[in-house]
């Protein structure tokens, strides 16, 4: 075989394993966000696909378990490409070292990888690819299944405050659901203990989301319930607690407020979600006034404290809310998650009181 072709085939597969290792390693291993271009065509093309397959389902339970699939799959074709691309760039390797023909060489090369040792080269530079193809080879496998643990702790961690939203908002969790069940109670006081819980939550999801990025299509095991929804329930709940609860806002959920879109923002820079850098009471938002006014006429029936002037609610409510409407919004588009409807607030049946000493049950 002619020099100059050795030498090409030895270009090739090295550039093509260090593209490999490359995002490999960053998809993996890098603590912190990246973009891996090879990782990111492979998930766009998986993508694709399965838009493809939930968008002939009706249902939104069916899409929901269809698009259920999607991070495994995603994580199994990384695993599937950087195989065949290590099989491919020591193939080109053999030819260099010496191998005739490239038909011989890919059957080298797949021995090696697989470390089946039913074909072998022959030399000191071929058997030294072999170990080394057969290095990589287990190092790659090795990636996945130790970051799957990692993967899923982060999920988990993510999840046990989703789930455990639903007794302080309601299934599927609402902005409204979290101010009635916290007067049904008398509890307004507890409310700041949701606040930090969640303060800390966003920035855990902003650490993890930003760094696992396939954890943000990682969907919640209970079909009402989304981690993009109950993140709104709360931030809205918090922005509707200092804007129109006739009782001394709170700080906290100021706090928990600004840790939401501090920390969505580092999410949504990775997925390049466009939103405003500076807002105001002015800025426009997602929710009318017309359905915000639905919203206080609900909490006003179930007996929440309403402050008089709503149209200064209403001003403080858009300055709240303007700091993360963008992203919420496109979070519910980005990740296939539905919408919180504010007009079904009319439709719903209000919470009743309940921890009231003396209070007949069947009454």
């Known amino acids: 075989m002619a020099v100059w072709v050795r030498v090409l085939s030895g270009c090739v597969g090295l550039t093509v394993l260090v593209l490999v290792l490359d995002a490999a390693i960053r998809t993996f291993l890098l603590p912190r966000s990246a973009r891996v271009r090879l990782s990111n065509v492979t998930a766009r093309a998986v993508s694709r696909i399965f838009q493809m397959i939930a968008g002939s389902k009706r249902s939104y339970a069916k899409r929901d378990q269809v698009l259920s699939l999607f991070p495994s ?10 195989l065949g691309l290590t099989l491919v760039a020591f193939a080109f390797a053999y030819v260099a070292a010496g191998i005739s023909n490239f038909a011989s060489a890919f059957e080298v090369s797949g021995s090696s990888i697989f470390t089946l040792g039913t074909t072998s080269g022959h030399g000191g530079a071929q058997i030294t690819l072999g170990y ?147 807002v105001s009471h002015k800025s426009p938002i997602a929710i009318s006034r017309e359905e915000f006014d639905i919203v206080l006429v609900r909490l006003e029936r179930g007996g929440v404290p309403l402050i008089a002037d709503r149209d200064a609610g209403w001003r403080d409510f858009v300055g709240w809310r303007a700091n993360y409407d963008h992203i919420i919004e496109a979070s519910y588009k980005l990740f296939n998650c539905p919408r919180t409807d504010w007009r079904s607030a009319s439709n719903e049946p209000l919470v009743e009181r309940s921890n009231v000493r003396g209070q007949n049950v069947e009454d």
């Open 73 to 82: 799959i995603v994580l199994l074709s990384y695993q599937a490409l950087w």
């Open 132 to 278: 080394l193809e057969a290095g990589i080879g287990l190092t790659l496998l090795a990636l996945l299944i130790s970051f799957i643990p990692t993967l899923y702790a982060a999920f988990q961690r993510r999840e046990i405050s989703v789930s455990r939203l639903s007794v302080r908002a309601g299934v599927p969790a609402t902005p409204w659901g979290i101010l009635e069940i916290a007067n049904s109670v008398n509890s307004y006081d507890l409310l700041d203990e949701l606040w930090r819980e969640w303060e800390q939550w966003f920035i855990e999801v902003g650490e993890t989301h930003s760094t696992l990025t396939i954890l943000n299509f990682y969907r919640s095991p209970t079909l009402d319930q989304t981690w993009i929804g109950s993140a709104a329930a709360v931030l809205d709940a918090a922005a509707l607690f200092n804007s129109v609860v006739d009782l001394t806002p709170s700080p906290t959920a100021g706090l928990c407020i600004r840790s939401g879109w501090l920390n969505l923002r580092r999410v949504a820079d990775y997925f390049e979600v466009r939103y405003p850098l500076k």
